[in-house]
């Protein structure tokens, strides 16, 4: 399993979360409440969580492969949301369920 983190500064960290995960409940398996949020891609999962100013956002899939593709995809439907003032996006290798 491999895993990358991000730790997106921004005064929406709740609103931003809560976009994501109702944006992929449609088609994916998705659960989340006021401070984490899960969404099951095909490829692996993505795990969300709200701190003080930041979203923190970590990706991980068994397929080394495909972590640029799932990387990507997070941070393209996060800068739709946030196109206002579009937040800094920088993936940092991980340790899975950090």
């Known amino acids: 399993m491999v895993a990358a983190t991000a730790r997106v500064s921004t005064e929406l960290p709740r609103r931003y979360m809560t976009q994501l995960c109702k944006h992929f ?3 994916l398996t ?14 692996g999962m993505c795990r969300l969580a709200v701190e003080p100013d930041t979203l923190v956002m970590t990706v991980e899939t ?7 593709q799932l990387q990507d995809v997070v941070a393209r439907h996060l800068l ?3 196109f206002r003032e579009p937040p800094e996006i920088v993936w ?6 950090d």
């Open 92 to 97: 940092r290798a991980a340790t899975p369920s």
């Open 62 to 68: 068994p397929d080394e492969a495909a972590m640029p």
């Open 30 to 43: 998705v659960a989340y409440d006021e401070t984490h949020g899960s969404i099951a891609f095909q490829a």
């Open 80 to 82: 739709r949301f946030a």
């Open 25 to 27: 409940e449609h088609r």
